[in-house]
């Protein structure tokens, strides 16, 4: 099947799909429709991201799905609202001419009885995430007991992200005689578990490999030390001008700082984490989409599902521990024919995590230096042609000619010379008096680092950086005062703050909760200091163990706690 057309598939279907521009189809879909329309074994196939999984599964269930019954006969299960939604609108778009499918999304985030009325249509295709599923099973709101395909998309991150309890309780209550497809970017054992428990002996597909995800895409990586990162970051950005970019990091805490730090600066950039609450994701997204910013700083899971074709580059502010967590995140760019660059930003005692990547994906992932000031204003130049060379707007406000001096005492090489000084006089006085960043290697000891070092990458990356204007480095409080040390105490960072509605009230009674116990001696409490995004307290040193093993288990307004010592 080199063709749609040479396919079985409808021609309404067809006639679809045609307007969307589909002609050819991807490897996945070449070897999954024919199966899905021929065989009644269940099905797990492995590819990455963005390689068409959503048409090589909905094309062949629309066309064989009954359009005259009002019962669910497709489920879809992906992990995020976005993945949600997109899915919804691709089987929307493909059956636009199959007059009697309806499809509805539901997930959460949004009106549960909105999208209980929306079910009253009679829907034949849900698309939605587990949590919001079992919340409309327990609500009596949807019944499975007649459908006949199951799909569960992105399987691994669902598993990752702990759906696995609200999976399994779902698959419990779909018909045995259903047909099963399971599709992963990675077979981890989760996955392989719950393939054999709930997939009865599947057909496998594996398209490609992690090793195949590099044809057009760049990797690079730059050694810095974590001092350093925040203004090494800045230069990579400004040495690759026009980019548009997702920019990966390893926390929500760090997703936010990092976004921060590029918008205090200028940059057209926003955070996308789990901390956002869904209208603020949705914004994000708009404009994100739109262009507006051009710049998306992002964790892993709340990355998934983005449907962007026009990625020029991918960084990495901070490496993944999963290798195969690398080549999805670099994957992103170098979509849709477009080559794309994949940027990494090293400290240099992380030599055995690179060297962990490059052998599991035999990716050529070469070393660069940090840009100097001239390197940068060079790009800009360069940039500021590419745009106005690739850019045909029209004419956004109209003047007379005669506006525009006599220009004839220059030539065209120096008025070029002076429009560029103009337009880059900014960045240039920047970088003018910067010394350039100190090389740095990889160091040769393991990347299992001594306590003290992950302690001090810890504290850091909790944002020292915000917390400067509350707590200076000579150890005074906000009044100016000293801190009074006391030995007997212990100092733990909170993940709340301010944001959270959190007060000291709620830090007292977290704390009295996490130091109960069968003494009936009370925890000590000292000072409670609670900031925008996260919060600080003391508490007695013989009640910290009971403090990092008791507050995780619990939660404040819905949202999970973490507590750990700060330095």
Known sequence: MNLFTESNLSPDILKAIGELGYESPTEIQKQTIPFILSDIRDLIALAQTGTGKTAAFSLPILDMIDDTSRKIQLLVLCPTRELCLQISKDIKNYSKYMKDIKTTAVYGGSSIMDQIRSLKDKPQIIVGTPG???DLI?????????????????????????????????????????????????????????????????????????????????HEYYVVGYRQKKEALKRLIDANPNQYSILFCRTRMETQEVADFLMQNGYAADALHGDLSQAQRDTVMKKFRLKNIDILVATDVAARGLDVNSLTHVIHYSLPDDPEVFVHR?????????????????????SRKLKQIKSATKIEIVEKTIPTGNDIIKAQVGGVFEKLFTEHEEDIFEFDDSLIPDLSAFTKEELVHKLLQFQLKDLALYYKDKHDLVEQKLSSRDDDYSRRDRGRDRDRDRGRDRDRDSRSRDGRDRGGKPRRKDENMVRFF????????????????????????????????????????????????????????NIPSMKFRGKEMRAEVAN
């Open 132 to 134: 919001r599923v079992i």
């Open 494 to 549: 909170f993940n709340l703050g301010k944001k959270d509605q959190l007060k000291k009230l709620d830090v007292l009674d977290i704390i009295n909760k996490a130091t109960a116990g069968k003494s009936k001696k009370r925890a000590e409490i000292g000072d409670i200091e609670i900031l925008e995004k996260f919060s600080f307290f003391e508490v007695e040193k013989s009640f910290q163990e009971n403090v990092m093993s």
């Open 330 to 350: 670099s994957g992103r760019t170098g979509r849709a024919g477009k080559d794309g660059v994949s940027m990494a930003l090293i400290k240099p005692e992380e």
């Open 138 to 218: 327990n609500r009596k709101a949807l019944d499975f007991s007649a459908i006949h395909w199951l799909v569960l998309d992105e399987a691994d991150e669902m598993l990752s992200m702990g759906f696995k309890d609200e999976l399994e309780t779902i698959l419990s209550e779909t018909p045995d005689t259903k047909q099963t497809f399971l599709f992963s970017a990675t077979m981890n054992k989760e996955v392989e578990r719950i393939s054999k428990n709930y997939l009865t002996n599947p057909h496998r597909i594996s398209v490609g490999s992690i090793n195949e995800v590099k044809k057009n895409i760049k």
